[in-house]
């Protein structure tokens, strides 16, 4: 699976930005998908996930409200919309793959879930 991640930028805090990662591979349904970020200085943390069939979705108690993950079949791609920005959502965000079982979606909270991992996307929210 490879996985290209795209949509990160510089905003203004209260803006809002979208981004995709866009998964090539075989079998995708069969993956469930994160995303993660990593401020300068900071271990990468957890943000969003969303199971492999869409139906169950997790947030960081950070984003929750504000952020919103979904995934286009269809398409291949997986969207996390992150609206009203703030400073402190700086970081590099990335998003990642998980080959998991259907009813196995609650791990997809913990990084080493996963099997594969896009390249980061910066994103940069000014105050």
């Known amino acids: 699976v490879q996985l290209q991640a795209s949509g990160g930028g510089l905003v203004q805090a209260g803006g809002s930005l979208r981004l995709s990662c866009a998964a090539s591979?075989?079998?995708?349904?069969?993956?469930?998908f994160g995303w993660f970020r990593q401020a300068p200085g900071k271990e990468r943390e957890f943000v969003s996930a969303?199971?492999?069939?869409?139906?169950?979705?997790y947030y960081a108690d950070s984003v929750k409200g504000r952020f919103a993950i979904s995934r286009d079949s269809a398409k291949n791609t997986v969207t996390l919309q992150m609206n009203r920005l703030k400073p402190e959502d700086t970081a590099v965000y990335y998003c990642?793959?998980?080959?998991?079982?259907?009813?196995?979606?609650?791990?997809?909270?913990?990084?080493?879930?996963?099997?594969?991992w896009g390249q980061g996307t910066l994103v940069t929210v000014s105050s």
């Open positions: 591979g075989r079998a995708l349904s069969r993956y469930g």
């Open positions: 969303i199971s492999r069939s869409g139906g169950s979705t």
């Open positions: 990642a793959a998980a080959h998991v079982i259907l009813s196995d979606h609650a791990r997809l909270i913990y990084s080493d879930t996963y099997h594969y």
